[in-house]
């Protein structure tokens, strides 16, 4: 089991719990988290889905790949933070329980 | 570099391989191979090998791989012959990315609102069929309701009028183009089939495109949206493209739905302790009402319904292996995979590993209680939808749209099966065998008013409401 935490701009909280084949986006999604839109899927092509990793949990989840580093970079009018990571790349497993996400107070529009 | 393969299962004819017992019985092999070889394993058919991954940790590396190591194009060459080399994820990528633009979407959960109301009315256009007492065979009966409801959605609401139960028998057809093990070359009575009825639904989604376009429908429906929707560069969609969408949609919701549903529903009728947990909640949410009153907001409160949903995914899978092939050399385990050669996860059997679940044969819907101590709740360990990138688009529908059904049936209805339930044979998705018999009376209905769910659920402060 992984619970995560997604903390809105306003600072609501919201906590899933994966036990499915999913990624971080994909539990949002699920669960009707808001501010994670996800309009490609999953594919690493819409940057809608961004979220900032809660800083104690960074090292942790890892940095982005190349591919997708190169996207959050090319996102417009998005603050990206060292911390910033597509949440449709972050594969959930046993490590990532009480993982802890920010979700940004706007997504990229396309 | 180790060169070890993956451990293969013993017995096999030369070069056929496992292809006859494959064909015969696919989840008995995979079943084998897990009880004499453990999580890795591989076997032969006609000179191709095929690597099986079972557990959490091997699911996750397979979500994770997928277009990397794994490619998901590659893996599934029926999709090509029932669809084509242009649609989806046989497209360059480019494309695939712009096709996915204009699907995705759709599919948000929250977007799922403006299809409650669909499924409900064509689950209680069954009632009506039914009438107050009979019998049914689950398949040829919820079947063609999971149709209504895809092309209800998909399609506008005139299908109705225009076609009736012809379109489930064409898709049937169409569907027999499924062909995991034999070569496609092969013109068997199955194949044929399918190619002509994959015309004939051409033929019928033109002239239903070329009349929408005529008399185009305000305000939208799902169907005049995808018509007039646009690519993100603002070029208009294809036809071809919209026509093989719309297929795609109805045959991937209907063909996995109708065994899914059908599995749930049997699994609640042989189970009557959770049976009652069922419909106290149903009696909670939905009062004494014959399904008409069941909203977007109640179907989300039926939680002991997802929770038994859940378990059918489990001990059922209609998606009952995943493939992929590999884009080059892997090593696993200190094993190697072959640049070329298969991979496949299989939930049927991953399901049902007793290093995961514990009485894994035993019907218990409260194993995925989160609230619970003793929850069986790994991550990647319940994958009837896939997972990762390519999970499932069209889940949150899938589910939304059992949850009606059973629903709607559960309160009209007192009904016992008739038949022993046991799985469809062959490498087809993973059905009930038929006849699976449903026996029904209408039941006598409560007075009670259905719950104030969205008063409930303020008051417990849920973000959902």
């Known amino acids: 089991m992984a619970k995560i935490t997604y903390i809105q701009p306003d600072g609501s909280e919201r906590t899933c719990v994966n036990f499915e084949g999913m990624t971080v986006m994909h539990l949002a999604i699920g669960n009707l988290v808001d501010g994670i839109d996800a309009n490609c899927g999953g594919m690493m092509q819409c940057g809608t889905c961004h979220v900032y990793i809660a800083p104690e949990w960074a090292d942790r989840v890892g940095p982005p790949s190349t591919d997708e580093a190169a996207m959050l970079e090319a996102l417009d009018g998005v603050e990206i933070r060292p911390t910033s990571r597509l949440s449709c790349q972050i594969q959930l497993g046993e490590e990532l329980d009480g993982l802890v996400v920010e979700i940004p107070p706007d997504q990229p529009g396309i | ?465």
């Open chain 2, 1 to 465: 570099m180790t060169t070890a393969t993956l451990p293969p299962i013993d017995g096999g004819a030369p070069f056929l391989g496992h292809l006859l017992p494959f064909f015969r019985d696919p989840v008995a092999v995979l079943r084998q191979g897990y009880q004499s070889k453990g999580k890795l394993f591989s076997f032969g058919i006609m000179g191709r090998r095929m690597n099986v991954m079972l557990g959490p940790e091997h699911n996750r590396f397979f979500f994770e791989e997928t277009d990397k190591l794994l490619s998901i194009r590659e893996s599934m060459p029926f999709f090509l012959k029932m669809f084509s080399p242009d649609f989806y994820s046989f497209a360059e990528m480019d494309e695939y990315l712009r096709q996915r633009a204009v699907i995705m979407p759709r599919f948000k959960a929250a977007a799922m609102k403006q299809y409650v109301g669909v499924m409900v009315e064509e689950s209680l256009n069954l009632v009506n069929r039914l009438g107050d007492e009979g019998e049914f065979d689950l398949i040829p009966t919820l079947g063609p309701v999971v149709m209504d409801i895809a092309a209800h959605s998909f399609m506008g609401k005139e299908f109705h009028e225009k076609l009736g139960h012809e379109f489930f028998d064409l898709f049937r057809d169409f569907s027999g183009g499924m062909e995991f093990v034999l070569p496609l070359w092969l013109p068997t009575p199955k194949m044929i089939k399918s190619q002509r009825a994959k015309k004939k639904l051409h033929a019928i989604l033109q002239s239903w495109i070329d009349k929408r376009r005529a008399a185009p429908l305000d305000p939208p429906d799902f169907f005049q949206g995808m018509i007039e929707s646009k690519y993100p560069d603002g070029r208009p969609i294809p036809d071809e493209l919209i026509r093989h969408l719309i297929l795609l949609l109805v045959w991937a919701g209907h063909e996995t739905t109708a065994g899914q549903v059908s599995w749930a529903l049997a699994d609640i009728l042989q189970n009557r302790d959770y049976e009652t947990v069922l419909r106290n909640e149903l009696e909670l949410v939905l009062g004494g009402s014959d399904g008409g009153n069941l909203g977007w907001e109640q179907a989300i409160a039926m939680q002991k319904m997802d929770l038994a949903l859940r378990e059918t995914e489990r001990l059922h899978p209609v998606a009952f292996i995943l493939s992929r092939k590999a884009s080059s050399d892997i090593e696993r385990d200190g094993y190697t995979i072959r640049k070329g050669d298969f991979v496949l996860l299989a939930p049927s059997v991953t399901h049902r590993m007793t290093e995961t679940w514990v009485e894994p044969d035993r019907y218990n819907p409260e194993r995925f209680n989160a609230e619970r101590d003793d929850a069986q709740i790994e991550s990647n360990s319940l994958v009837g939808f896939g997972g990762g990138v390519h999970r499932c688009a069209g889940v949150n529908f899938a589910r939304m749209e059992m949850k009606v059904v059973l629903a709607v049936l559960l309160q009209n209805y007192d009904m016992e099966l008739l038949d022993e339930v046991k799985p469809i044979a062959g490498a087809g998705t993973y059905w009930p065998a038929q006849p699976c018999r449903v026996r029904y009376i209408k039941k006598a209905r409560s007075d009670a008013k259905g719950a104030d769910i969205a008063e409930m659920a303020k008051a417990a402060g849920c973000p959902v409401h």
